[in-house]
């Protein structure tokens, strides 16, 4: 008898579910969906209490890759630019680990003038790739693993000095102004100057 009765109350309450569900079901708009895809989409648990550092008015987190913390930056939409016009968007989204430097707008606008603007030509993505991949190092390299007269080899190829002076670190005469940006692929610093490989 108790059987029957446990049956009898999971059998109602499941009914009682299905009920409201098709009733809500029936009562959702349009605007509704919506709100419930974008939701569903955009839903990160860890996301929201994850620690991360502040850049450009929005939080890195290291559950993000490089290109998806750069991306949410204020600051570095000329780099994302950049990155998409020379096509290593997908390269630095992968496995890695990478170390960027990464120039901010205003280190973007210290160029002189056209120069961004010419390097994002079609004709010129040897150049603007040429460019980035200066930027980039193998491996993750924190600011902890730097040292004064370091000379760290780019993807590019050439080599970027490291200097450190007084708490200060400049790869090759560029600032650091944020270290240690951590990525699901890597670690990126911001400079506050675009390198220019020789």
Not at 9 to 35: F, H, P, Q
Not at 80 to 90: D, F, H, I, K
Not at 135 to 143: E, L, Q, R
């Amino acid at each position: 008898m108790k059987k029957n009765f446990l049956n009898y109350v999971l059998a109602t309450a499941t009914a009682g579910t299905m009920l409201i569900s098709c009733n809500s079901a029936e009562t959702t708009t349009e605007e509704n969906k919506d709100s419930i895809a974008a939701g569903a989409m955009t839903e990160q648990p860890m996301t929201a209490t994850e620690e991360g550092v502040m850049v450009g008015g929005a939080k890195m987190v290291a559950s993000k890759n490089i290109v998806e913390n750069a991306a949410g930056s204020a600051d570095h939409t000329t780099l994302v630019a950049a990155v998409t016009a020379a096509g290593l968007g997908e390269t630095l989204s992968g496995a890695g680990p990478f170390t960027v430097f990464a120039p901010t707008n205003a280190a973007f606008d210290k160029l002189p003038a056209g120069t961004v603007e010419g390097l994002l030509k079609a004709e010129k993505k040897a150049d603007l790739t040429k460019v980035l991949t200066f930027h980039v190092v193998p491996g993750a390299v924190k600011a902890a693993d730097l040292t004064d007269g370091q000379k760290i080899k780019t993807v590019q190829g050439q080599e970027l000095t490291v200097s450190i002076k007084d708490g200060v670190v400049k790869i090759d005469g560029a600032t650091v102004t944020t270290a240690d940006v951590i990525s699901s692929n890597g670690v990126t610093h911001v400079i506050d100057a675009v390198l220019l490989p020789k």
